[in-house]
T-cell receptor, first 112, second 112 residues
Framework: ETGVTQTPRHLVMGMTNKKSLKCEQHLGHNAMYWYKQSAKKPLELMFVYSLEERVENNSVPSRFSPECPNSSHLFLHLHTLQPEDSALYLC???????????FGPGTRLTVL | EDQVTQSPEALRLQEGESSSLNCSYTVSGLRGLFWYRQDPGKGPEFLFTLYSAGEEKEKERLKATLTKKESFLHITAPKPEDSATYLCAVQARGGSQGNLIFGKGTKLSVKP
């Protein structure tokens, strides 16, 4: 595997389900990010981790819970989501905060 | 408030017809400006980083330029495979760590 990988690529869940999105980066980077991409809207930064420590949380609802067990892996735990949470969720990584970010392919999430 | 505006929203070109995409930005001190390409159903692919006014970067048929208020992505003699959405993002000095502010993108279609 190379670059940034994400699983699953597609996810359909009910409002009462609990699921997790997984991201892995194979670039030796120190920072990892979660973004949300909705139709007709710019990418929205959700969370930033640096060396496994969360450094930014852009006012994201608590139904989204990130976890970064090590510098290569990032999870987004989902519970009691709303239909408006349906979107493409993108993971990215960078060498540090000031470098270009490299994105994974995303997880297309549909909340019924 | 830091802001990024891209124009046009959509651009249709004939193969070989050169054109430019615009990214206007307002930030309290620019740390860097980034261009990405995004194909449908995929994550953004990094193209260029520009740091200071007057800087230019080139890659194949693409050339990115930067002034104090805007950036242009020039596409010379485009091919159908250049069809994608092109995203611009800025990072502000003193802004939240790792926080890229994205525009909504320009959707480029190149017809043979």
């Amino acid at each position: 595997e190379t670059g940034v990988t994400q699983t699953p690529r597609h996810l359909v869940m009910g409002m009462t389900n609990k699921k997790s999105l997984k991201c892995e980066q194979h670039l030796g980077h120190n920072a990892m990010y979660w973004y949300k991409q909705s139709a007709k809207k710019p990418l929205e930064l959700m969370f930033v981790y640096s060396l496994e420590e969360r450094v930014e949380n852009n006012s994201v609802p608590s139904r989204f819970s990130p976890e970064c067990p090590n510098s290569s892996h990032l999870f987004l735990h989902l519970h009691t989501l709303q239909p408006e949470d349906s979107a493409l969720y993108l993971c990215a990584s960078s060498q540090d905060y000031n470098n270009e970010q490299f994105f994974g392919p995303g997880t297309r999430l549909t909340v019924l | 408030e830091d802001q990024v505006t891209q124009s046009p929203e959509a651009l249709r070109l004939q193969e070989g017809e050169s054109s430019s995409l615009n990214c206007s930005y307002t930030v309290s001190g620019l740390r860097g400006l980034f261009w990405y390409r995004q194909d449908p159903g995929k994550g953004p692919e990094f193209l260029f980083t520009l740091y200071s006014a007057g800087e230019e970067k080139e890659k194949e048929r693409l050339k990115a330029t930067l002034t104090k208020k805007e950036s242009f992505l020039h596409i010379t003699a485009p091919k159908p495979e250049d069809s994608a959405t092109y995203l611009c993002a800025v990072q502000a000095r003193g802004g939240s760590q790792g926080n890229l502010i994205f525009g909504k993108g320009t959707k480029l279609s190149v017809k043979p």
